[in-house]
């Protein structure tokens, strides 16, 4: 087939176009919240004292750290889900929660007498942590990689790993109302293992479903 | 030969506009710019390792069709179109096991190039034989023959939606062999 001929079938082909990008991510942003929100009441719920807990420090902090790392991820996959998408393009935006917990890792040290971080580290919870995050982000990841095979991004894979940030950003926000380690110690540690694991998920099947 | 400006930019965007709100010949009018913009971009890009230049544009028109709903329809038309086609050049090199870098801002000094008639049986020629007999009646008939919708409608003695679908259908498993390739 020549080009001419080509272009002569293409436009013949000028129906309706498909959903804009921009709309599908809001969509799907929207969707994977009801879903890991529809898992969390399901699975586990708030914890009892959330009403006390909200007036301490920690607790609400813990909020903070998850939901700028889905906020961030979010501004940064829409970025890279489009073909003109440079590969410098806001990747600093993703260094704000990890700046966060680290400066809230160096307050806790400080505060906390050093007899305890063993304790704080270690927490109550950590198992439940390893399986709820995963458990809440599994099915954000698939829809946020169903949006990215939507999209047109010029590095399919490393867009995965930020389908899995952004899942585990959400996932971690949901968990953070259920879990009684409030420590940036646990939370640095603990919420750390999963959020990675969706990210390395991510990038495997990122690789695989959204190229074009 | 000429360089891109914010002028051609401008053109083509209103031109992708119109072909968006359904303008068939807007649409062609803005492919065929497009195709002579990526050619001058494949050329000088795939003089090595047995790339086909105009291999990589007409993948590039069709990943461009395929994807067309994400453009931005406020953003510059420019910078969306080299990046498909980068995204197809490095596909390409990708396939014959080659790894290449090509930054937006080299391809966007790229020139125009004079359109030449290209007459060899290309990759797309080959993609056809895959598809349904349906599909390959549809998509011959207004690739090859230079029919109209109506005009293969009327001749095969289907209904306009039907050929409409078949296209469709037929365009998206050419651009999908393309992607998994």
Redesign the interface.
């Known amino acids: 087939?020549?080009?001419?001929?080509?272009?002569?079938?293409?436009?013949?082909?000028?129906?309706?176009?498909?959903?804009?990008?921009?709309r599908t991510w809001w969509a799907a942003l929207a969707a994977a919240t009801g879903l890991a929100a529809l898992v969390f009441f399901t699975a586990v719920g708030p914890r009892a004292d959330f009403a006390e807990a909200i007036a301490t420090l920690r607790f609400p902090f813990k909020f903070v750290v998850t939901s700028v790392l889905a906020v961030s991820a979010f501004g940064l996959l829409r970025a890279i889900?489009?073909?003109?998408?440079?590969a410098r393009t806001l990747w600093a935006s993703l260094l704000a929660a990890p700046v966060l917990v680290l400066a809230a890792v160096v307050i806790e040290l400080l505060v906390v007498p050093q007899n305890d971080w063993a304790a704080r580290l270690i927490g109550t919870n950590n198992i439940h942590c390893l399986v709820l995050i995963p458990l809440i982000g599994a099915g954000p990841l698939g829809l946020f990689l169903l949006a990215l095979r939507?999209?047109?991004p010029?590095r399919p894979g490393r867009a995965g790993a930020v389908a899995g940030l952004l899942a585990g950003g959400l996932a971690a926000t949901f968990y953070a109302a259920h879990c009684f380690d409030d420590s940036p110690l646990f939370v640095a540690t603990w919420y750390t293992i999963p959020i990675a694991g969706l990210t390395a998920i991510g990038a495997l099947l990122g690789g695989r479903i959204a190229?074009? | 030969m000429r360089t891109v400006s914010g002028k051609d930019d401008r053109e083509l965007a209103d031109l992708l506009r119109s072909?968006?709100a359904?303008?068939?010949?807007a649409?062609?009018r803005f492919?065929?710019q497009v195709?002579r913009l990526v050619r001058g971009f494949a050329r000088k890009r795939a003089g090595s390792g047995g790339v086909d230049p105009?291999d990589v544009?007409?993948e590039t028109?069709?990943?461009i069709?395929?994807?067309?709903?994400?453009w931005?329809t406020d953003?510059p038309v420019l910078?969306?179109v080299?990046?498909?086609a980068?995204?197809r050049m490095i596909d390409a090199y990708r396939k014959r096991g080659r790894r290449v870098e090509i930054?937006?801002d080299e391809i966007m000094e790229t020139v125009a190039q004079p359109?030449e008639?290209?007459?060899s049986?290309?990759d797309?020629?080959r993609a056809?034989e895959a598809l349904t007999p349906g599909q390959r009646l549809v998509?011959s008939a207004?690739?090859?023959e230079?029919h109209?919708?109506a005009e293969t409608a009327a001749k095969h003695d289907m209904s306009q939606v039907a050929v409409?679908v078949a296209?469709?259908r037929g365009?998206s498993a050419i651009a999908k062999k393309f992607?998994?390739g």
Do not use: C, N
């Open positions: 087939m020549d080009t001419d001929a080509l272009i002569r079938t293409l436009a013949a082909d000028i129906t309706r176009p498909s959903w804009p990008l921009s889900s489009r073909p003109e998408a440079e939507h999209g047109a010029p190229r074009w | 072909a968006l359904g303008d068939e010949r649409y062609a492919l065929e195709a105009e544009v007409q028109l069709l990943s069709h395929a994807k067309r709903h994400t931005r953003a910078p969306w080299f990046g498909i980068r995204y930054e937006l359109e008639d290209a007459v049986v290309r797309i020629g056809l998509v207004i690739s090859v230079g109209t919708i409409r296209l469709h365009l992607g998994q």
